[in-house]
């Protein structure tokens, strides 16, 4: 009973993370600060969603999966952003704009 | 009941799925395509956990790792083709 109560909490808090990194995308001004709302928040998002998973499932080779997954994200979510940023920046710096 | 749960989250993060492409149609530049096609892999791999878990079938947890791995290489090649404007 109290592991379902646990669940609908991670569950509940992870489609709030998720819905803010969306409204963070679509309402941002700029795109480095678009990057900045839904990087955080949605890497925070899969984390609640999967930990709700692996207590779901127990002790198993599945749970193992979802470690993984987890870690994987975890790893390359903030990568990704830092390549896209630097991407960006060097593009906006070649091209002659300061935003 | 918490599968009936797993459902509503995928079903919700199905609906996010059309506000970020409605970024990826919109934005003015390159790299906010990225971001938004970056953002809608991560949630992908959610959902496809979460069908794993609502369906009992334990291969698609294969399927989630894969499409996580395809996502950041594909962000990884788009950045370098936004920054170099060449792959190779």
């Known amino acids: ?99 | 009941m918490i599968l009936n749960s797993f459902t509503i989250l995928a079903i919700y993060l199905s609906i996010l799925f059309i506000l970020c492409l409605y970024r990826a149609y919109k934005g003015p530049s390159a790299a906010d395509r990225v971001v938004s096609i970056n953002v809608i892999s991560t949630k992908v791999t959610i959902v496809i956990a979460l069908i794993a878990a609502i369906t009992g079938q334990d291969s698609f947890m294969d399927v989630a790792i894969i499409y996580a791995m395809m996502g950041f290489i594909t962000t990884i090649a788009v950045s370098k083709y936004i920054e170099k404007k060449k792959l190779f």
């Open chain 1, 1 to 99: 009973m109290l592991k379902e109560y646990v669940i609908f909490f991670l569950l509940i808090s992870s489609g709030f993370f998720f819905s803010v990194g969306t409204v963070g995308l679509l309402r941002m001004p700029d795109t480095f600060t678009r990057m900045h709302a839904t990087t955080k928040s949605d890497t925070l998002g899969a984390g609640l969603a999967l930990l709700a998973l692996m207590i779901y499932r127990g002790l198993d080779v599945i749970t193992l999966k979802l470690i993984f997954i987890l870690v994987f994200v975890w790893i390359t979510t903030p990568t990704a952003a830092h390549i896209m940023a630097k991407a960006t920046y060097n593009q906006n710096r070649d091209e002659g704009e300061t935003k």
